[in-house]
């Protein structure tokens, strides 16, 4: 099995490279969708990815295949600030949306030559959303970026359940071009040493500034896992409606089928048993040290129950 991925990242390398000069889609016409690992993007990327012609351009940001982005010195959740320059990163950003950085690992969705004639460019990233703000002011998407929030708790349970995950929890002192909120809640921050405090805190950091921001839901389109779960064709129709773009009858087709990342046994048909697992993964000593820190980064959008919680 190895040899057998060996190869198929050696072609897909290959082709790639073929492909990049021939790939140039405009920016600005980018679909982008901006979520958490492990926070239900890759479900909604599929059921997107029914649109015809487009074709997906899987998580540019993931450090380890992205040297445009490690030689600018980006942590794996780097934060901009709104107002910044950075000509650099912008131009890595522009050449990333027109396809120029095209490699094995982000083709891996959507084939090399899908590129080339594809007429929508869907971009998934799970771990821009501080860079939200900074992104849609650089760039000015003509259709907004699709911003998906899930319950930090169940992003974490899901973490934790990840192979992937539970040797390489980025820690909470990391030193970034931009700290942001990392310094002013440094003290608090070094109090937290289990790995889900500090994945729960990592969410806080990284989703308060999408979420506080006062164009959230008007500059880009936010939607909650839980609902697009409850709720799936109605949430899928305000996105489609807000892009202007007819709602693929194939999207609806498979809106139960579970996600190519899924670990585990899934619950797809059960809804209210999906979205509360993580109850039973966290102790109510562990629930209850975590909403702590909700209650610390004043994140009131969810508490201990499943459901989002609605404000007047």
């Given at each position: 099995m190895a040899t057998k991925h060996r190869l198929r990242h050696f072609l897909l390398e290959k082709a790639s490279r073929v492909c990049r000069p021939l790939i140039r889609h405009d920016p600005t016409q980018s679909l982008v969708l901006f979520t958490e690992p492990r926070g239900g993007g890759t479900w909604l990327t599929e059921l997107i990815s029914e649109i015809p012609g487009s074709a997906v351009l899987w998580e540019p940001l993931h450090l380890r295949h992205a040297p445009a982005f490690q030689a600018l010195g980006f942590s794996w959740r780097q934060y901009i600030p709104e107002n910044t320059l950075w000509?650099?990163?912008?131009?890595?950003?522009?050449?990333?949306?027109?396809?120029?950085?095209?490699?094995?690992?982000?083709?891996?969705?959507?084939?090399?030559?899908?590129?080339?004639?594809?007429?929508?460019?869907?971009?998934?990233?799970?771990?821009?959303?501080?860079?939200?703000?900074?992104?849609?002011r650089e760039f000015e998407f003509r259709r907004p970026p699709v911003y998906l929030v899930r319950h930090p708790f169940a992003v974490a349970a899901s973490q934790l359940h990840h192979p992937a995950w539970r040797k390489h929890i980025v820690p909470l002192d990391v030193k970034e071009r931009f700290p942001g909120l990392r310094d002013l809640h440094a003290d608090f921050l070094s109090t937290l040493k289990k790995p889900e405090e500090i994945l729960v805190a990592q969410w806080c950091l990284t989703n308060s500034i999408p979420l506080r921001h006062p164009e959230n839901n008007?500059?880009?389109?936010?939607?909650?896992?839980?609902?697009?779960?409850?709720?799936?064709?109605?949430?899928?129709?305000?996105?489609?409606?807000?892009?202007?773009?007819?709602?693929?009858?194939?999207?609806?087709?498979?809106?139960?089928?579970?996600?190519?990342t899924t670990v585990g046994p899934s619950d797809s048909n059960n809804i209210e048993r999906q979205?509360?697992?993580?109850?039973?993964?966290?102790?109510?000593?562990?629930?209850?040290?975590?909403?702590?820190?909700?209650?610390?980064?004043?994140?009131?959008?969810?508490?201990?129950?499943?459901?989002?919680?609605q404000h007047r």
């Open positions: 000509p650099d990163a912008r131009l890595i950003f522009e050449q990333t949306f027109q396809g120029r950085l095209l490699n094995a690992w982000n083709c891996g969705i959507s084939s090399p030559w899908k590129f080339i004639i594809a007429n929508e460019l869907i971009v998934k990233f799970s771990r821009a959303n501080a860079m939200l703000p900074w992104l849609t008007k500059r880009w389109v936010t939607v909650h896992y839980e609902r697009l779960m409850q709720q799936p064709e109605t949430e899928l129709r305000r996105i489609f409606d807000r892009w202007s773009l007819p709602l693929p009858p194939s999207s609806l087709d498979i809106i139960r089928k579970p996600s190519v979205l509360s697992r993580w109850k039973s993964f966290f102790t109510s000593r562990q629930i209850a040290s975590l909403m702590g820190i909700l209650e610390h980064f004043e994140i009131t959008s969810y508490g201990r129950d499943i459901d989002v919680i």
